[in-house]
Protein backbone atom coordinates (compact mmCIF):
# COMPACT_ATOMS: atom_id res chain seq x y z
CA UNK A 1 0.00 0.00 0.00
CA UNK A 2 2.98 2.27 1.03
CA UNK A 3 4.48 1.60 -2.15
CA UNK A 4 1.59 2.02 -4.22
CA UNK A 5 1.03 5.44 -2.59
CA UNK A 6 5.12 6.66 -3.31
CA UNK A 7 4.12 5.51 -7.12
CA UNK A 8 1.35 7.60 -7.41
CA UNK A 9 3.47 10.82 -5.54
CA UNK A 10 6.10 10.29 -8.29
CA UNK A 11 3.95 9.95 -10.88
CA UNK A 12 2.27 13.51 -9.91
CA UNK A 13 5.45 15.21 -9.43
CA UNK A 14 7.13 14.18 -12.73
CA UNK A 15 3.87 15.65 -14.41
CA UNK A 16 4.15 18.80 -12.40
CA UNK A 17 8.02 18.55 -13.50
CA UNK A 18 7.15 18.11 -16.85
CA UNK A 19 4.64 21.44 -17.15
CA UNK A 20 6.65 23.38 -14.61
CA UNK A 21 10.44 23.29 -16.53
CA UNK A 22 7.92 23.90 -20.22
CA UNK A 23 6.36 26.62 -18.28
CA UNK A 24 9.70 27.94 -17.04
CA UNK A 25 11.34 27.60 -20.96
CA UNK A 26 8.19 29.40 -22.67
CA UNK A 27 8.33 31.99 -20.14
CA UNK A 28 12.01 33.05 -21.23
CA UNK A 29 9.97 34.47 -24.67
CA UNK A 30 8.42 37.05 -22.57
CA UNK A 31 9.49 40.27 -23.81
CA UNK A 32 12.03 38.45 -26.80
CA UNK A 33 9.58 36.98 -28.91
CA UNK A 34 9.35 38.41 -33.27
CA UNK A 35 6.52 40.69 -32.14
CA UNK A 36 4.12 41.96 -29.76
CA UNK A 37 1.29 39.51 -30.14
CA UNK A 38 3.53 36.68 -29.98
CA UNK A 39 5.08 37.72 -26.40
CA UNK A 40 1.15 37.31 -25.36
CA UNK A 41 0.72 34.27 -26.88
CA UNK A 42 3.73 32.77 -25.65
CA UNK A 43 3.28 34.10 -21.89
CA UNK A 44 -0.17 32.69 -21.73
CA UNK A 45 0.79 29.52 -22.91
CA UNK A 46 3.96 29.27 -20.67
CA UNK A 47 0.97 30.18 -17.46
CA UNK A 48 -1.03 27.15 -18.60
CA UNK A 49 1.73 25.10 -17.85
CA UNK A 50 2.70 26.47 -15.19
CA UNK A 51 -0.70 26.64 -13.40
CA UNK A 52 -1.34 22.97 -14.69
CA UNK A 53 2.12 22.73 -12.44
CA UNK A 54 0.99 24.09 -9.75
CA UNK A 55 -2.34 21.71 -9.61
CA UNK A 56 -0.11 18.43 -10.07
CA UNK A 57 1.86 20.12 -6.98
CA UNK A 58 -0.70 20.68 -4.54
CA UNK A 59 -2.36 17.14 -5.76
CA UNK A 60 1.19 15.88 -4.62
CA UNK A 61 1.32 17.89 -1.90
CA UNK A 62 -2.08 16.60 -0.48
CA UNK A 63 -0.80 12.52 -0.64
CA UNK A 64 2.35 13.53 0.98
CA UNK A 65 -0.11 14.73 4.10
CA UNK A 66 -1.87 11.24 4.39
CA UNK A 67 1.35 9.52 4.44
CA UNK A 68 3.74 12.28 6.19
CA UNK A 69 1.04 14.15 8.21
CA UNK A 70 2.91 17.61 8.80
CA UNK A 71 6.22 16.39 7.41
CA UNK A 72 4.70 16.70 3.77
CA UNK A 73 5.86 19.34 1.45
CA UNK A 74 3.92 22.14 0.87
CA UNK A 75 3.54 22.50 -3.33
CA UNK A 76 6.46 25.18 -3.74
CA UNK A 77 8.80 22.93 -1.56
CA UNK A 78 8.36 20.78 -4.22
CA UNK A 79 8.40 22.64 -7.26
CA UNK A 80 11.61 24.84 -5.47
CA UNK A 81 13.51 22.85 -3.21
CA UNK A 82 14.97 19.60 -5.31
CA UNK A 83 17.79 19.39 -6.58
CA UNK A 84 18.68 18.49 -10.13
CA UNK A 85 18.73 14.42 -9.90
CA UNK A 86 14.96 14.65 -7.83
CA UNK A 87 13.04 16.24 -10.60
CA UNK A 88 11.58 13.68 -13.00
CA UNK A 89 10.61 15.93 -16.08
CA UNK A 90 11.41 14.72 -19.25
CA UNK A 91 14.60 15.67 -21.30
CA UNK A 92 12.95 17.75 -23.84
CA UNK A 93 11.33 20.35 -22.15
CA UNK A 94 14.50 21.28 -20.57
CA UNK A 95 16.41 21.79 -23.55
CA UNK A 96 16.91 25.92 -24.17
CA UNK A 97 14.47 27.41 -26.34
CA UNK A 98 16.84 27.79 -29.32
CA UNK A 99 15.24 30.11 -31.68
CA UNK A 100 11.70 30.47 -32.66
CA UNK A 101 11.93 27.96 -34.85
CA UNK A 102 13.24 25.50 -32.33
CA UNK A 103 10.48 26.53 -29.42
CA UNK A 104 7.28 25.95 -32.04
CA UNK A 105 8.96 22.47 -33.27
CA UNK A 106 9.20 21.74 -29.37
CA UNK A 107 5.58 22.65 -29.13
CA UNK A 108 4.21 21.45 -31.35
CA UNK A 109 5.76 17.31 -30.37
CA UNK A 110 4.58 18.20 -27.36
CA UNK A 111 1.43 19.22 -28.06
CA UNK A 112 0.21 16.64 -30.62
CA UNK A 113 1.33 14.05 -27.13
CA UNK A 114 -0.03 15.85 -24.81
CA UNK A 115 -3.04 16.25 -26.81
CA UNK A 116 -3.32 12.36 -26.99
CA UNK A 117 -1.84 12.07 -23.41
CA UNK A 118 -5.07 13.65 -22.13
CA UNK A 119 -7.88 12.18 -23.60
CA UNK A 120 -6.66 9.51 -21.99
CA UNK A 121 -5.86 10.73 -18.74
CA UNK A 122 -9.71 12.33 -18.18
CA UNK A 123 -10.65 8.63 -17.60
CA UNK A 124 -8.10 7.98 -15.07
CA UNK A 125 -9.65 6.26 -12.02
CA UNK A 126 -8.03 8.98 -9.95
CA UNK A 127 -10.50 11.49 -10.20
CA UNK A 128 -8.34 14.32 -9.16
CA UNK A 129 -5.91 13.24 -12.43
CA UNK A 130 -8.84 13.16 -14.58
CA UNK A 131 -9.91 16.93 -13.21
CA UNK A 132 -6.72 18.22 -13.88
CA UNK A 133 -6.73 16.44 -17.20
CA UNK A 134 -10.15 17.77 -18.06
CA UNK A 135 -9.05 21.36 -17.34
CA UNK A 136 -5.61 20.43 -19.46
CA UNK A 137 -7.15 18.91 -22.15
CA UNK A 138 -9.01 22.45 -22.99
CA UNK A 139 -5.88 24.55 -22.80
CA UNK A 140 -4.02 22.47 -24.88
CA UNK A 141 -6.06 22.17 -27.78
CA UNK A 142 -5.59 25.99 -28.21
CA UNK A 143 -1.84 25.40 -27.52
CA UNK A 144 -1.78 22.59 -30.22
CA UNK A 145 -3.80 24.98 -32.98
CA UNK A 146 -1.11 27.29 -32.42
CA UNK A 147 1.98 25.59 -32.91
CA UNK A 148 0.27 23.73 -35.87
CA UNK A 149 0.11 26.85 -37.46
CA UNK A 150 3.62 28.40 -36.77
CA UNK A 151 4.46 24.61 -38.03
CA UNK A 152 2.95 25.51 -41.21
CA UNK A 153 3.91 29.65 -41.37
CA UNK A 154 7.61 28.54 -40.83
CA UNK A 155 7.86 25.39 -42.87
CA UNK A 156 6.24 26.50 -45.97
CA UNK A 157 7.37 30.58 -45.34
CA UNK A 158 10.83 31.29 -46.88
CA UNK A 159 13.74 29.32 -47.25
CA UNK A 160 15.44 30.66 -44.11
CA UNK A 161 12.22 30.12 -41.77
CA UNK A 162 12.17 26.25 -43.70
CA UNK A 163 15.19 25.61 -42.65
CA UNK A 164 15.41 26.68 -39.37
CA UNK A 165 12.76 24.24 -39.19
CA UNK A 166 14.53 21.63 -40.33
CA UNK A 167 17.29 22.10 -38.27
CA UNK A 168 15.09 22.19 -35.28
CA UNK A 169 13.31 19.13 -35.79
CA UNK A 170 16.18 17.42 -36.02
CA UNK A 171 17.86 18.48 -33.05
CA UNK A 172 15.21 18.02 -31.12
CA UNK A 173 14.25 14.60 -32.66
CA UNK A 174 15.91 11.92 -30.53
CA UNK A 175 14.12 13.33 -27.13
CA UNK A 176 10.38 12.89 -28.67
CA UNK A 177 11.36 8.61 -27.80
CA UNK A 178 11.18 9.45 -24.13
CA UNK A 179 7.29 10.83 -24.62
CA UNK A 180 6.83 6.98 -25.18
CA UNK A 181 8.69 5.58 -22.57
CA UNK A 182 7.27 4.29 -19.68
CA UNK A 183 8.84 4.92 -16.06
CA UNK A 184 8.61 2.02 -13.19
CA UNK A 185 6.17 3.90 -11.63
CA UNK A 186 3.77 4.75 -14.35
CA UNK A 187 3.95 1.19 -14.84
CA UNK A 188 3.51 0.22 -11.46
CA UNK A 189 -0.01 1.99 -11.47
CA UNK A 190 -1.13 1.25 -15.02
CA UNK A 191 -3.17 -1.90 -13.49
CA UNK A 192 -5.52 0.10 -11.35
CA UNK A 193 -6.04 2.60 -14.32
CA UNK A 194 -4.60 5.31 -12.95
CA UNK A 195 -1.68 6.27 -15.21
CA UNK A 196 -1.53 5.94 -19.11
CA UNK A 197 -0.07 3.68 -21.48
CA UNK A 198 2.86 5.97 -23.13
CA UNK A 199 3.67 3.24 -25.82
CA UNK A 200 0.23 2.91 -26.86
CA UNK A 201 0.31 6.87 -28.18
CA UNK A 202 3.43 6.66 -30.31
CA UNK A 203 1.64 5.17 -33.62
CA UNK A 204 -1.24 8.25 -33.42
CA UNK A 205 1.39 10.37 -32.53
CA UNK A 206 3.73 9.65 -35.48
CA UNK A 207 0.98 9.84 -38.06
CA UNK A 208 -0.63 13.11 -36.92
CA UNK A 209 2.95 14.66 -36.84
CA UNK A 210 4.44 13.12 -39.96
CA UNK A 211 0.98 14.47 -41.49
CA UNK A 212 1.30 17.63 -40.43
CA UNK A 213 5.45 18.20 -41.45
CA UNK A 214 4.36 16.67 -44.74
CA UNK A 215 1.99 19.88 -44.92
CA UNK A 216 4.71 21.99 -43.95
CA UNK A 217 6.49 21.33 -47.07
CA UNK A 218 9.03 19.51 -44.03
CA UNK A 219 10.88 16.25 -43.65
CA UNK A 220 10.38 13.83 -40.97
CA UNK A 221 14.01 13.29 -39.16
CA UNK A 222 15.00 9.80 -39.40
CA UNK A 223 15.03 7.70 -36.01
CA UNK A 224 19.19 7.56 -35.97
CA UNK A 225 19.69 8.76 -31.98
CA UNK A 226 17.52 9.27 -29.34
CA UNK A 227 18.32 10.09 -25.43
CA UNK A 228 16.31 9.02 -22.33
CA UNK A 229 16.64 9.64 -18.60
CA UNK A 230 14.25 12.63 -17.72
CA UNK A 231 12.14 10.54 -15.56
CA UNK A 232 14.91 8.66 -13.42
CA UNK A 233 16.85 11.81 -12.69
CA UNK A 234 19.19 11.70 -15.40
CA UNK A 235 18.70 15.20 -17.15
CA UNK A 236 21.01 17.20 -19.50
CA UNK A 237 23.05 19.82 -18.04
CA UNK A 238 20.97 22.35 -19.01
CA UNK A 239 18.23 20.98 -15.83
CA UNK A 240 21.08 22.87 -13.24
CA UNK A 241 21.30 26.26 -14.91
CA UNK A 242 17.28 26.18 -14.91
CA UNK A 243 17.12 25.39 -11.37
CA UNK A 244 19.72 27.89 -10.63
CA UNK A 245 17.55 30.51 -11.59
CA UNK A 246 14.36 29.41 -10.70
CA UNK A 247 15.85 28.50 -6.96
CA UNK A 248 17.64 31.54 -6.51
CA UNK A 249 15.30 33.58 -3.80
CA UNK A 250 14.05 30.30 -2.20
CA UNK A 251 17.86 28.78 -1.80
CA UNK A 252 19.82 32.27 -0.54
CA UNK A 253 17.21 32.93 1.75
CA UNK A 254 15.70 29.61 3.82
CA UNK A 255 12.34 29.30 4.86
CA UNK A 256 10.43 32.67 4.29
CA UNK A 257 6.90 33.39 2.90
CA UNK A 258 7.25 35.44 -0.14
CA UNK B 1 -16.63 76.58 -58.23
CA UNK B 2 -18.29 77.18 -55.05
CA UNK B 3 -16.15 76.16 -51.91
CA UNK B 4 -17.19 74.79 -49.14
CA UNK B 5 -14.96 74.08 -47.38
CA UNK B 6 -14.40 76.17 -44.25
CA UNK B 7 -11.08 77.92 -43.75
CA UNK B 8 -8.81 76.91 -41.01
CA UNK B 9 -9.26 79.16 -38.74
CA UNK B 10 -12.97 78.46 -38.45
CA UNK B 11 -12.45 74.84 -38.72
CA UNK B 12 -10.32 75.34 -35.32
CA UNK B 13 -12.67 77.35 -33.88
CA UNK B 14 -15.31 74.68 -34.20
CA UNK B 15 -12.61 72.34 -33.16
CA UNK B 16 -12.18 74.32 -29.74
CA UNK B 17 -15.77 74.56 -28.79
CA UNK B 18 -16.41 70.89 -29.25
CA UNK B 19 -12.93 70.40 -27.08
CA UNK B 20 -14.30 72.98 -24.74
CA UNK B 21 -18.35 71.71 -24.33
CA UNK B 22 -16.73 67.97 -23.74
CA UNK B 23 -16.84 66.49 -26.68
CA UNK B 24 -14.81 63.50 -27.74
CA UNK B 25 -12.84 63.79 -30.99
CA UNK B 26 -12.79 60.88 -33.08
CA UNK B 27 -10.38 59.22 -35.88
CA UNK B 28 -12.42 60.54 -39.30
CA UNK B 29 -13.17 64.42 -37.56
CA UNK B 30 -11.43 67.11 -38.28
CA UNK B 31 -8.49 68.02 -36.47
CA UNK B 32 -5.18 71.05 -36.32
CA UNK B 33 -2.10 69.19 -36.78
CA UNK B 34 -0.98 70.49 -33.77
CA UNK B 35 -3.05 68.19 -31.86
CA UNK B 36 -2.28 65.09 -34.14
CA UNK B 37 0.89 65.21 -33.35
CA UNK B 38 0.50 65.81 -29.64
CA UNK B 39 -1.62 63.02 -29.55
CA UNK B 40 0.93 61.01 -31.43
CA UNK B 41 3.99 62.04 -29.13
CA UNK B 42 2.12 61.48 -25.69
CA UNK B 43 0.24 57.92 -27.17
CA UNK B 44 3.16 56.35 -28.60
CA UNK B 45 5.19 57.27 -25.49
CA UNK B 46 2.67 55.97 -23.53
CA UNK B 47 2.73 52.19 -25.86
CA UNK B 48 6.08 52.32 -26.02
CA UNK B 49 6.11 52.61 -21.78
CA UNK B 50 4.05 49.62 -21.53
CA UNK B 51 6.72 47.67 -23.81
CA UNK B 52 9.56 49.48 -22.07
CA UNK B 53 8.36 48.55 -19.26
CA UNK B 54 8.10 44.69 -20.00
CA UNK B 55 11.69 44.49 -19.39
CA UNK B 56 12.37 45.44 -15.67
CA UNK B 57 9.91 43.25 -13.70
CA UNK B 58 10.72 40.65 -16.20
CA UNK B 59 13.94 40.12 -15.28
CA UNK B 60 12.36 38.24 -12.41
CA UNK B 61 9.70 36.24 -13.81
CA UNK B 62 12.74 33.41 -13.97
CA UNK B 63 13.54 33.94 -10.17
CA UNK B 64 9.99 34.18 -8.91
CA UNK B 65 10.27 32.80 -5.22
CA UNK B 66 6.49 30.97 -5.78
CA UNK B 67 4.40 29.31 -8.29
CA UNK B 68 1.92 32.11 -7.67
CA UNK B 69 4.31 34.78 -7.24
CA UNK B 70 5.63 33.41 -10.77
CA UNK B 71 1.96 33.15 -12.04
CA UNK B 72 1.05 36.90 -11.09
CA UNK B 73 4.03 38.43 -12.05
CA UNK B 74 4.01 36.54 -15.85
CA UNK B 75 0.47 37.60 -15.78
CA UNK B 76 1.12 41.15 -15.14
CA UNK B 77 4.43 41.50 -17.22
CA UNK B 78 1.57 40.12 -20.22
CA UNK B 79 -1.19 42.67 -19.55
CA UNK B 80 1.45 45.31 -19.84
CA UNK B 81 2.95 43.88 -23.10
CA UNK B 82 -1.52 44.01 -24.26
CA UNK B 83 -1.52 47.73 -22.91
CA UNK B 84 1.35 48.48 -25.32
CA UNK B 85 -0.19 46.60 -27.96
CA UNK B 86 -3.64 48.29 -27.62
CA UNK B 87 -1.99 51.75 -27.05
CA UNK B 88 -0.16 51.14 -30.45
CA UNK B 89 -3.88 50.08 -32.24
CA UNK B 90 -5.31 53.75 -30.86
CA UNK B 91 -2.45 55.10 -32.08
CA UNK B 92 -2.77 54.13 -35.08
CA UNK B 93 -5.91 55.87 -35.72
CA UNK B 94 -4.63 58.86 -35.97
CA UNK B 95 -2.74 57.83 -39.64
CA UNK B 96 0.80 56.45 -38.32
CA UNK B 97 1.58 52.93 -38.52
CA UNK B 98 3.13 50.45 -35.47
CA UNK B 99 6.27 50.15 -37.59
CA UNK B 100 6.79 53.68 -37.46
CA UNK B 101 6.19 54.31 -34.22
CA UNK B 102 8.74 51.38 -33.18
CA UNK B 103 11.19 52.89 -36.02
CA UNK B 104 11.06 56.27 -34.22
CA UNK B 105 11.55 54.44 -30.90
CA UNK B 106 14.34 52.93 -32.01
CA UNK B 107 16.21 55.73 -33.97
CA UNK B 108 15.54 57.73 -30.50
CA UNK B 109 12.73 60.11 -32.06
CA UNK B 110 10.23 58.54 -29.20
CA UNK B 111 10.80 58.47 -25.81
CA UNK B 112 9.48 55.73 -22.95
CA UNK B 113 8.84 56.56 -19.29
CA UNK B 114 12.45 57.64 -17.76
CA UNK B 115 11.63 55.18 -14.48
CA UNK B 116 12.05 51.97 -16.76
CA UNK B 117 16.13 53.37 -16.98
CA UNK B 118 16.18 51.96 -13.18
CA UNK B 119 17.52 48.33 -12.79
CA UNK B 120 15.21 45.99 -10.81
CA UNK B 121 18.33 44.70 -8.30
CA UNK B 122 15.96 42.67 -5.93
CA UNK B 123 12.85 40.97 -5.87
CA UNK B 124 11.46 44.02 -3.70
CA UNK B 125 11.88 45.81 -6.75
CA UNK B 126 8.92 44.24 -8.22
CA UNK B 127 6.94 44.45 -5.97
CA UNK B 128 7.74 48.27 -5.59
CA UNK B 129 7.71 48.55 -9.23
CA UNK B 130 3.75 47.31 -9.38
CA UNK B 131 2.94 49.74 -6.49
CA UNK B 132 4.40 52.58 -7.21
CA UNK B 133 4.84 52.50 -10.58
CA UNK B 134 2.08 51.31 -11.65
CA UNK B 135 0.30 53.82 -8.63
CA UNK B 136 1.88 56.48 -10.42
CA UNK B 137 0.48 55.69 -13.82
CA UNK B 138 -3.14 55.03 -12.31
CA UNK B 139 -3.07 59.22 -10.79
CA UNK B 140 -2.28 60.29 -14.26
CA UNK B 141 -4.35 57.63 -16.35
CA UNK B 142 -7.38 58.45 -14.18
CA UNK B 143 -7.53 61.96 -15.53
CA UNK B 144 -6.52 60.86 -18.88
CA UNK B 145 -10.19 58.72 -19.05
CA UNK B 146 -12.01 62.03 -20.02
CA UNK B 147 -9.03 62.99 -22.45
CA UNK B 148 -10.90 64.44 -25.77
CA UNK B 149 -9.27 61.71 -28.05
CA UNK B 150 -12.13 59.02 -27.86
CA UNK B 151 -9.82 55.85 -28.50
CA UNK B 152 -7.47 57.55 -26.30
CA UNK B 153 -9.65 57.86 -23.23
CA UNK B 154 -11.59 54.28 -23.93
CA UNK B 155 -8.01 52.53 -23.90
CA UNK B 156 -7.16 54.58 -20.81
CA UNK B 157 -10.78 52.95 -19.31
CA UNK B 158 -9.91 49.45 -19.69
CA UNK B 159 -6.21 49.92 -18.54
CA UNK B 160 -6.72 51.58 -15.57
CA UNK B 161 -8.93 48.42 -14.03
CA UNK B 162 -5.92 46.43 -14.67
CA UNK B 163 -3.06 49.09 -13.58
CA UNK B 164 -5.15 48.90 -9.88
CA UNK B 165 -5.09 45.38 -9.90
CA UNK B 166 -1.31 45.28 -10.75
CA UNK B 167 -1.11 47.71 -7.94
CA UNK B 168 -2.84 46.29 -5.31
CA UNK B 169 -0.46 43.18 -6.05
CA UNK B 170 2.65 44.84 -6.20
CA UNK B 171 1.86 46.32 -2.90
CA UNK B 172 0.50 42.81 -1.25
CA UNK B 173 3.93 41.49 -2.74
CA UNK B 174 6.02 44.37 -0.21
CA UNK B 175 3.56 44.23 2.63
CA UNK B 176 4.52 40.06 3.23
CA UNK B 177 8.15 41.76 2.78
CA UNK B 178 7.84 44.46 5.25
CA UNK B 179 6.36 42.08 7.90
CA UNK B 180 9.05 38.93 7.07
CA UNK B 181 12.78 38.89 8.12
CA UNK B 182 14.67 41.41 8.83
CA UNK B 183 16.87 40.63 5.77
CA UNK B 184 13.03 40.86 3.88
CA UNK B 185 12.23 44.28 5.51
CA UNK B 186 15.54 45.48 4.30
CA UNK B 187 15.16 44.77 0.63
CA UNK B 188 11.80 46.46 1.02
CA UNK B 189 13.28 49.56 2.73
CA UNK B 190 16.76 49.52 0.04
CA UNK B 191 14.01 49.22 -3.03
CA UNK B 192 11.57 52.28 -1.63
CA UNK B 193 15.09 54.15 -0.98
CA UNK B 194 15.81 53.71 -4.60
CA UNK B 195 12.70 54.24 -6.32
CA UNK B 196 10.76 57.00 -4.56
CA UNK B 197 12.47 59.78 -6.18
CA UNK B 198 12.31 58.13 -9.82
CA UNK B 199 8.44 57.52 -9.13
CA UNK B 200 8.36 61.33 -8.02
CA UNK B 201 10.01 62.37 -11.54
CA UNK B 202 7.42 60.25 -13.39
CA UNK B 203 5.36 63.18 -12.99
CA UNK B 204 7.37 65.58 -15.27
CA UNK B 205 8.73 68.27 -14.72
CA UNK B 206 7.12 71.62 -12.61
CA UNK B 207 4.39 73.07 -14.59
CA UNK B 208 6.11 76.33 -15.69
CA UNK B 209 8.87 74.08 -17.13
CA UNK B 210 6.64 71.77 -18.62
CA UNK B 211 7.57 72.40 -22.50
CA UNK B 212 4.03 70.42 -24.26
CA UNK B 213 1.70 70.96 -20.67
CA UNK B 214 0.24 74.57 -21.84
CA UNK B 215 -1.11 73.30 -25.27
CA UNK B 216 -2.12 69.60 -24.12
CA UNK B 217 -4.25 71.07 -21.28
CA UNK B 218 -6.10 73.78 -23.86
CA UNK B 219 -6.95 70.91 -26.47
CA UNK B 220 -7.55 68.84 -22.53
CA UNK B 221 -4.84 65.71 -23.89
CA UNK B 222 -3.85 66.73 -20.64
CA UNK B 223 -6.60 67.19 -18.00
CA UNK B 224 -4.33 68.14 -14.84
CA UNK B 225 -0.99 69.70 -14.67
CA UNK B 226 2.13 67.44 -13.48
CA UNK B 227 2.52 69.19 -10.07
CA UNK B 228 -0.97 68.80 -9.15
CA UNK B 229 -0.36 64.94 -10.17
CA UNK B 230 2.16 64.55 -7.97
CA UNK B 231 0.71 66.51 -5.06
CA UNK B 232 -1.85 63.92 -5.52
CA UNK B 233 0.30 60.76 -5.91
CA UNK B 234 1.88 61.75 -2.57
CA UNK B 235 -0.71 62.34 -0.90
CA UNK B 236 -2.26 59.15 -0.89
CA UNK B 237 0.64 57.01 -1.12
CA UNK B 238 1.84 58.41 2.00
CA UNK B 239 -0.34 56.40 4.61
CA UNK B 240 0.28 53.30 2.64
CA UNK B 241 4.42 53.63 2.70
CA UNK B 242 3.77 54.33 6.89
CA UNK B 243 1.26 50.69 6.94
CA UNK B 244 4.10 48.82 5.88
CA UNK B 245 6.21 50.50 8.50
CA UNK B 246 9.03 51.47 6.01
CA UNK B 247 10.17 55.39 5.09
CA UNK B 248 10.24 57.38 2.11
CA UNK B 249 13.96 58.83 1.45
CA UNK B 250 12.87 62.58 1.87
CA UNK B 251 13.89 64.45 5.17
CA UNK B 252 11.40 66.81 4.31
CA UNK B 253 8.38 64.95 3.72
CA UNK B 254 6.06 66.49 6.61
CA UNK B 255 1.99 66.99 6.75
CA UNK B 256 0.65 70.49 6.08
CA UNK B 257 -2.17 70.70 8.31
CA UNK B 258 -2.79 74.42 6.54
CA UNK B 259 -2.82 73.07 3.02
CA UNK B 260 -4.42 69.26 4.17
CA UNK B 261 -1.24 68.16 1.81
CA UNK B 262 1.70 66.85 2.03
CA UNK B 263 4.76 69.12 1.90
CA UNK B 264 7.96 67.60 0.29
CA UNK B 265 11.58 68.05 -0.68
CA UNK B 266 13.07 69.54 -4.30
CA UNK B 267 13.57 66.64 -6.80
CA UNK B 268 16.69 66.20 -7.79
CA UNK B 269 16.46 67.80 -11.08
CA UNK B 270 19.67 67.39 -12.49
CA UNK B 271 18.97 63.60 -12.02
CA UNK B 272 16.29 64.15 -14.15
CA UNK B 273 17.58 65.59 -16.93
CA UNK B 274 20.43 63.03 -16.93
CA UNK B 275 18.38 59.90 -17.54
CA UNK B 276 15.92 61.13 -19.78
CA UNK B 277 19.52 62.65 -21.63
CA UNK B 278 20.47 58.87 -21.87
CA UNK B 279 22.73 58.72 -19.14
CA UNK B 280 20.51 56.52 -16.77
CA UNK B 281 21.81 52.88 -15.76
CA UNK B 282 19.88 51.49 -18.53
CA UNK B 283 18.84 53.21 -20.98
CA UNK B 284 21.30 51.42 -23.53
CA UNK B 285 20.40 48.28 -21.87
CA UNK B 286 16.45 49.10 -22.81
CA UNK B 287 16.50 50.35 -26.11
CA UNK B 288 19.29 47.35 -27.22
CA UNK B 289 17.35 44.92 -26.05
CA UNK B 290 14.14 46.13 -28.26
CA UNK B 291 16.26 46.46 -30.79
CA UNK B 292 17.99 43.43 -30.70
CA UNK B 293 15.15 41.42 -30.19
CA UNK B 294 12.97 43.10 -33.54
CA UNK B 295 16.17 41.59 -35.38
CA UNK B 296 16.01 38.77 -34.20
CA UNK B 297 12.74 38.07 -35.06
CA UNK B 298 12.96 39.47 -38.23
CA UNK B 299 13.03 36.36 -40.16
CA UNK B 300 9.97 34.96 -38.10
CA UNK B 301 8.08 37.93 -39.48
CA UNK B 302 9.15 37.54 -43.05
CA UNK B 303 8.22 34.10 -42.68
CA UNK B 304 4.41 34.89 -41.64
CA UNK B 305 4.08 37.20 -44.57
CA UNK B 306 5.80 35.21 -47.07
CA UNK B 307 2.79 31.94 -46.01
CA UNK B 308 0.11 34.40 -46.20
CA UNK B 309 1.29 35.84 -49.70
CA UNK B 310 1.58 31.72 -50.84
CA UNK B 311 -1.85 31.12 -49.03
CA UNK B 312 -3.63 33.79 -50.77
CA UNK B 313 -2.37 32.91 -54.20
CA UNK B 314 -3.52 29.73 -53.47
CA UNK B 315 -6.79 30.73 -52.80
CA UNK B 316 -7.35 33.09 -55.43
CA UNK B 317 -6.28 30.59 -57.93
FE1 LIG C 1 0.27 49.02 -18.15
FE1 LIG D 1 0.45 52.40 -18.10
FE1 LIG E 1 0.58 47.76 -14.89
Known sequence: ?258 | MTNFKLNEVELEAAFQSRIDSEQKIEPKDWMPEGYRKNLIRQMSQHAHSEVIGMQPEGNWILRAPTLRRKIVLLAKVQDEGGHGLYLYSATETLGITREELIDALHEGRAKYASIFNYPSLTWADVGTIGWLVDGAAIVNQITLQRTSYGPYARSMVRICKEESFHQRQGYEALMVMAQGSPEQKKMAQDSLNRWWWPVLMMFGPHDAESANSAKSMKWKIKRKSNDELRQAFIDQTIPQVEYLGLKVPDPDLKWNQERGQYDFGEIDWAEFERVIGGNGPCNRQRLEHHRRVDREGQWVRDALAAYEAKQQARSAA
Request: proline content about 2%.
Open chain 1, 1 to 258: MKDKQDDLINYVIALGDDSLILGQRLSEWCYHAPFLEEDLALANVALDFIGRAQMFYEYASQLETRVLKENARSADQIAFLRDTRDYRNLLIVELPIGDFAFTMARQFTVDVFNQLYLQQLVNSTDSTLAAIAGKAIKETDYHLRRSQEWMLRLGDGTDESHQRMEKALKELWGYTAELFTMSAYETALLRDGISIDRTALCSDWRKIVTELLQQATLKVPSDEWQVTGGREGLHTEHQGDILAKMQYLQRTYPGLEW
